[in-house]
């Protein structure tokens, strides 16, 4: 089946930057929308950022916008999220799903996902 698997959470110092990985199995990543979204605590799970299966377009969260990038590296089967300049309120768990409704922030259109990755932003 669809599989989804995230790495590269961890814990990081305000203002520092992670890149998180989410690799597909079992099928081409490219033939689907990818979206990054978080959960943090005491919070509803919201959008991150979005990329079409071309990779043509994409769509930021305005809370991330200009600090997080999404990348596809077909040959790899995978898709980056790039974090920087972090803060605290970018303390959650990060999943990645995919989907066939094409790019959007809403997590109703994602039809398979991966289990997080921890991101603790703190001093």
């Known amino acids: 089946q669809l599989q989804l698997v995230e790495s590269g959470g961890g814990l990081v110092q305000p203002g520092g930057s992670l890149r998180l990985s989410c690799a597909a199995s079992?099928?081409?990543?490219?033939?689907?929308?990818i979206g990054w979204f978080r959960r943090a605590p005491g919070k509803e799970r919201e959008g991150v950022v979005c990329?079409?299966?071309?990779?043509?377009?994409?769509n930021y969260a305005d809370s991330v916008k200009g600090r997080f990038t999404i990348s596809r590296d077909k040959a790899k089967n995978t898709v980056y999220l790039q974090m920087n300049s972090l803060n605290s309120e970018d303390t959650a768990v990060y999943y990645c799903?995919?989907?066939?409704?094409?790019?959007?922030?809403?997590?109703?259109?994602?039809?398979?996902w991966g289990q997080g990755t921890q991101v603790t932003v703190s001093s």
């Open positions: 990329i079409s299966g071309s990779g043509g377009t994409t």
């Open positions: 079992r099928f081409t990543l490219g033939r689907y929308a």
């Open positions: 799903a995919a989907g066939t409704w094409g790019c959007t922030l809403s997590d109703t259109a994602f039809n398979f």
